[in-house]
């Protein structure tokens, strides 16, 4: 059964990976002036985070197995991806997933701000959390065939063993940056192998 938001077409209104990175650059170019602590922190975080995108769009190189599968998706399908610029884990998850996107004219990469749309996204919850980026795979019915995120569980445990061990908000970051750092993206790549693997055995079925 299609999916309301997709039935409406709010999801397949969300904003293209170009006009996505326009957006982060006109939320980076933000002036500080008169903005509240929290929207600060957001500020500074979106401006590392557009480096980071830029950095990441610019040397990933998808591995030729994932090109394969890729490329073996036959039929239209919508992913929506729920984010923001100011978040680390969709700055370092998301252009991975642009680039792969970008391989089959198929796959139509739709990115929706989150805080502009709660009730899209309270249709997603990890754990009760509007925690993000969050992928929804639709096919071109409209019907969910399979979803991802906030984050690798690898990158997951990093945050949690973080957590346990009390460091405070900066130390959990600056552990978990690291480790995406020195990843290069490698347990993302491994959970879309396995996404796509089911797709794919889905569609061969049929």
């Known amino acids: 059964m299609a999916h309301p938001f ?6 397949q209104a969300g904003l293209t990976p170009d006009q996505y990175q326009a957006e ?7 002036s500080a002036s008169g903005l509240d602590p929290e929207a600060v922190e957001k500020l500074e975080f979106t401006r590392l985070n557009l480096h980071r995108t830029n950095r990441i769009m610019r040397t990933y190189k998808v591995a030729d197995d ?3 599968m890729l490329q073996a998706i036959d039929s239209p399908q919508t992913w929506m991806v729920l984010t923001e610029p100011w978040c680390g884990d969709s700055a370092q ?5 642009t680039v792969m996107a970008s391989l089959n004219r198929n796959i139509d990469l739709r990115l929706i701000l989150r805080d502009e749309n709660l009730d899209l996204m309270d249709d997603f919850l990890t754990d009760g959390k509007r925690s993000i980026p969050r992928l929804m795979i639709f096919d ?19 945050f949690n063993d973080a957590k346990a061990a009390g460091l405070e908000k900066p130390g959990i970051l600056e552990k ?21 693997s089911g797709l794919n055995n889905q569609a061969d079925k049929k």
């Open 93 to 97: 998850c998301l252009p991975h997933i």
């Open 66 to 68: 994932m090109v394969e």
């Open 140 to 158: 071109q019915d409209g019907n969910e065939l399979t979803s991802w995120g906030p984050r690798p569980a690898d990158a997951q445990v990093v």
């Open 176 to 196: 978990l940056h690291l480790f995406y750092g020195r990843n290069r993206g490698a347990a993302l790549e491994e959970e879309f192998r396995y996404l796509l």
């Open 24 to 30: 982060m650059s006109r939320q980076a170019e933000t």
């Open 6 to 11: 997709y039935e409406n077409g709010r999801i």
